[in-house]
């Protein structure tokens, strides 16, 4: 079946450093999303990305959508303490809006 | 606006019984999808739902199942519940086919 490989699987950063994390893939997506999950909660929506090619930014969040569709990439500016948790890189095939293939997450520990 | 509400929280069941788990979505909200979450596998679709109609499924044992009745509130059964069905059972509902989810805190199943 289809599989994200997102890398890195942990980061440990101090506070204002940048972060990169991608997600790679052998197929082809039509939509890309990144999501965050804190401890006890479900993840939530950060950028979602619809078009090859496509830089999108959210604050201090920028995400790519991959030109050749198979990957995508998350950027972090000026990490701070709130920023600790789980990042999702998900990708959707076809219009179906609930089916979403998931990678298994980049753990992010920023130390002040 | 409300958010997509998860009940109950928390469970604990024995292996052989039956558990249902129930989900609110946002208003308006029409698609409701549900994924297992474990340490092992990530996040796992393991269905959608869309006007009361199973949309897609994911690749799970027929012992999963769920329903969405007329006013979109959905519930997802598990029977002959087994140690390995222990996860975080998470709900999402959708608005539009871009892929973009809104997911509840989630329900933590635990089987003896």
């Known amino acids: 079946g289809q599989q994200l490989n997102q890398s890195p699987q942990s980061m440990f950063i101090q506070e204002g450093e940048d972060v990169s994390m991608n997600c790679t893939s052998s197929?082809?997506?039509?939509?890309w999303l990144w999501y965050k999950q804190d401890p006890g909660e479900g993840p939530v929506l950060l950028i979602a990305?619809?078009?090859?090619?496509e830089l999108t930014s959210n604050g201090r969040l920028t995400a790519q959508f991959g030109i050749t569709r198979k990957d995508s990439f998350l950027n972090i500016s000026a990490s701070i303490p709130s920023d600790v948790g789980i990042y999702f890189c998900a990708g959707q095939q076809g219009t179906n809006a609930g089916k979403s293939t998931f990678g298994d997450g980049t753990t992010l520990t920023v130390k002040p | 606006k409300a958010g997509v509400t998860q009940t109950p929280r928390y469970l604990i069941k024995t292996r052989g019984q039956q558990v249902t788990l129930s989900c609110s979505p946002i208003?308006?909200?029409?698609?409701v999808s549900w994924y297992q979450q474990t340490p092992g596998q990530g996040l796992q679709f393991l269905f959608e739902y869309f006007s009361e109609t199973q949309r897609n499924k994911g690749n799970f044992p027929g012992r999963f199942s769920g329903r969405q009745f007329s006013n979109s509130r959905s519930e997802m059964n598990v029977s002959t519940l087994e140690l390995g069905d222990s996860a975080l059972y998470l709900c999402?509902?959708?608005?539009?086919?871009?892929?973009?989810?809104?997911f509840g805190e989630g329900s933590r199943l635990t089987v003896l």
């Open positions: 999402a509902s959708s608005l539009k086919n871009t892929g973009e989810l809104f």
């Open positions: 197929s082809i997506f039509n939509t």
């Open positions: 208003s308006g909200h029409r698609s």
């Open positions: 990305l619809y078009k090859a090619g």
